[in-house]
Structures are given as C-alpha cells and as structure tokens.
C-alpha cells in the first residue's frame, strides 16, 4: 500500500448472496481534516461523506466518477455548513465544505449529529459517471439525524437496491444484495453486520471484521489503495478563467496582471498570468 493510502476491500457472501466493500479511510480523514482545517464532529462528517463516495463508486460496475453533493434545504438558512461534496475516482477522493453566514463561527464547537450541521432535511445529490454517454443523476431529500440513513434513503429509493451502510469514524461498510438473494438471505447478511460492536468499528482493521461474515463464506475478491488527492493544476486554472469576460477578468487582476486563484479541495494557490488566457489582453 501506498503512504498515505487506504485500502479499500471488495468481498462476497456467497451464504446470502450478497456483496459488499469495506475501508478505513484513517489516512484520507486524517488529510482531510488537515487540508480543510477541521476538528471534531463536523470533521467526522466530512471524513464520512468522503467515505461514502468511495463506497458508492466501489459498488458502481464500471464507475469512472462518483460526486455524492449534500445540500442544506432553503429553509435552513442558519444552518452552519450548507453544502458538502465528495468526489471520488478509481484511487482517489477530494471534497470540500462552504459553510453558511454563521458557520465559521461554530466551526469548533463539538455538537454531534447531522442535523445540527446541516439542518433538517438534507438534500441529497448523486452524479455517477460510468465513462460513457451522459452521467447518472439523482437528487432526493431526506430527513434523519445520520449520514448513513440518507445514503441509504438514496440506495433504496434511487438506485433501487437492497443495501446496508455503516459509517462510524474513519470506517465505512456497506452491503448490497446480489441476485438470487431473498429476505431470508439478507437477514443473515445483516444480522451478521449488526454483531460488530462500535469498539470494533473504531480500532479493528478491516480483515479483522470480515471474520463476522465468516459463515457466510466471505471471500475477499478484489482491492484498491485511495488517497486524498487533488488534481487541479495550473493549466486547469487557466482553462477556467477563459470563461470569464476579458474586462471582468481584467478588473481581477492585480498591477502585475495576475489572478489568484485557491482550489477548494485542497486550498493550493496559483498565481496566473491572464496574457497567457486564450482572448486575453
């Protein structure tokens, strides 16, 4: 495994006919926290949401891009985080945070709870890129106090499939029912999901909690290293700001004709020249 990676684990339980990924994500919380600047529960959020992205292109055939958008209803407007986006392709996440007016005033407070961030109900977006003709895009809404209840709101009213999802620190587990599997089958998926304690959830290595599944014949079929990784770059700055008006982006730059421009997802700054943006003075 890569430094500073983690190790994303698909499996199978032939037993009940189900599927399903497993990750602890220490690493990509860890940078997470660190880039954005956050601590405590709306830290465990974010590093949450990013889980789930990861976990729902795991689970896409094919997926090439996978954006989960959490959206803060018009009638929250005091909400302290508005919206926060995950974004996750084959080994790698980003996401970002904008929070409301009075947001960064609450941004150390330790309040748990999904709703006391993001008020209640949250609106939930799903684009899913499999590579080829138009993405997939879903948005519905839902009202819970858990990250993980409006995944799988999503999963179950959206995408139409018998899933389960735990999101408990860094460590994120989701099963999916297979064909074939009955609700007799799925009981024993998830009642064996339901024996691993919350001590379990938060110090055990992901090898160690699939032992649950063992009576089901859990089988490790496939893995992936993912990281907290950004791929901005100075060129995709500059092919960014050919889209704003020459006189607009004239006003933006300073005595030396630069933008400055800041990366949401990893708050890396560029400094671009606009006699080098195509249709630039």
């Given at each position: ?33 660190t880039i954005h600047g956050l601590n405590g529960a ?10 789930a992205s990861i976990l729902l292109l795991s689970n ?222």
């Amino acid at each position: 495994m890569a430094q500073n990676s983690d190790r994303l684990i698909r499996f199978l339980l032939p037993g009940a006919f189900a599927r399903g990924a497993i990750i602890r994500a220490e690493h990509i919380v860890n940078d997470a926290k660190t880039i954005h600047g956050l601590n405590g529960a709306v830290a465990e959020i974010f590093g949450s949401t990013l889980i789930a992205s990861i976990l729902l292109l795991s689970n896409s055939k094919g997926g090439v891009r996978q954006v989960l958008q959490l959206d803060a209803s018009d009638a929250q407007l005091q909400a302290p985080v508005r919206r926060i986006l995950a974004e996750a392709r084959p080994g790698m996440v980003r996401g970002f945070l904008n929070w409301g007016e009075s947001g960064t005033e609450s941004k150390d407070r330790n309040e748990d709870g999904f709703s006391a961030w993001m008020g209640s109900p949250v609106q939930t977006s799903v684009v899913r890129d499999l590579g080829f003709g138009q993405p997939y895009i879903s948005t519905i809404e839902h009202d819970s106090n858990y990250l993980a209840d409006h995944i799988l709101h999503f999963l179950t009213q959206s995408a139409q499939v018998q899933s389960d999802i735990i999101l408990h620190g860094n460590l994120g587990i989701m099963l999916e029912a297979m064909p074939g599997c009955d609700q007799e089958h799925w009981f024993k998926a998830v009642e064996a999901l339901a024996t691993i304690s919350n001590e379990r959830l938060e110090t055990e290595k992901p090898e160690s909690l699939l032992q649950c599944f063992e009576a089901l014949g859990c089988k490790i079929v496939s893995d992936d290293c993912y990281a907290y990784q950004c791929g901005c770059s100075p060129e995709k700055m500059t092919i960014a700001l050919q889209t704003i008006d020459p006189q607009e982006l004239e006003s933006l730059a300073d005595e030396s004709g630069n933008v400055t421009l800041s990366c949401q997802y990893c708050n890396q700054s560029y400094l671009v020249d606009i006699s080098t943006i195509e249709g630039g003075e």
